[in-house]
């Protein structure tokens, strides 16, 4: 079984401390906390912060000044063991699309590798506050930069300039989340992302006046 720990992900992106300045180590004995009690199979809702701060031997006051409550800790803890959010290239608005969902691909595999990571969602997914901090803090952000993405290839014209940027995003990213999420068992293999992309911009492309002009007779 691959623990949280083992998964690798990205740091907490830094927040303004509150009160007296933030101890590195304490911040990380509250993370690998929780991640324990996780992998002792604890579940989301038992988790209280008085039993994460035994359990990471701090005070519970340590947590507050780091965290406004479970919510945001918990959210924090997966995003610890998530793999970073790739640099866009920005070679073109098609490189960009691939790197986006080439991260997503990689999270499914993530998701499917770690047990405890999988159960964690699950029960984050049961929870709507927990499930609003995740979406607010990860997912929002990281479909506000698809469609950045998109608008840039519309006013560079690599994408037709009559489409709904919401309803595109939603074209690109649905297809790997039906792969990467709804369908455990569906292959995810290298170089689909290449294809979901590369297939989709064959109809979303500008059509040039050449190609809609009428034959000559």
């Not at 901090?133 to 993405?149: C, E, F, L």
């Not at 709804?182 to 059509?207: C, F, I, K």
Request: glycine fraction near 8%.
């Amino acid at each position: 079984m691959t623990s949280l720990a083992e998964a690798g992900g990205t740091p907490r992106p830094t927040t303004p401390a509150r009160g007296r300045p933030r101890s590195e180590a304490v911040e990380r004995a509250i993370v690998e906390g929780v991640m324990k009690l996780l992998e002792d199979g604890v579940p989301l809702a038992e988790l209280s912060i008085e039993r994460i701060a035994r359990t990471a031997g701090v005070g519970k006051a340590a947590i507050y000044r780091r965290w406004s409550g479970k919510e945001e800790l918990f959210v924090d803890v997966v995003r610890t063991a998530e793999p970073p959010d790739p640099p866009l290239p920005g070679t073109s608005m098609r490189d960009d699309l691939v790197v986006l969902l080439e991260s997503l691909r990689q999270r499914g595999l993530l998701n499917r590798s770690s047990a405890i990571l999988h159960n964690v969602y699950a029960q984050m997914k049961q929870s709507p506050k927990i499930w609003a901090s995740y979406h607010d803090a990860v997912i929002a952000p990281r479909r506000r930069v698809g469609i950045d993405v998109l608008r840039c290839g519309r006013e560079n014209g690599e994408l037709r300039a009559d489409l709904d940027l919401e309803f595109v995003n939603d074209l690109f990213v649905g297809p790997m989340l039906v792969r990467a999420i709804m369908r455990p068992d569906a292959d995810l293999p290298e170089g689909l992302s290449e294809q979901m992309v590369d297939t989709l911009l064959e109809g979303l492309r500008p059509v040039s006046s050449s190609a809609v002009s009428s034959p000559t007779s």
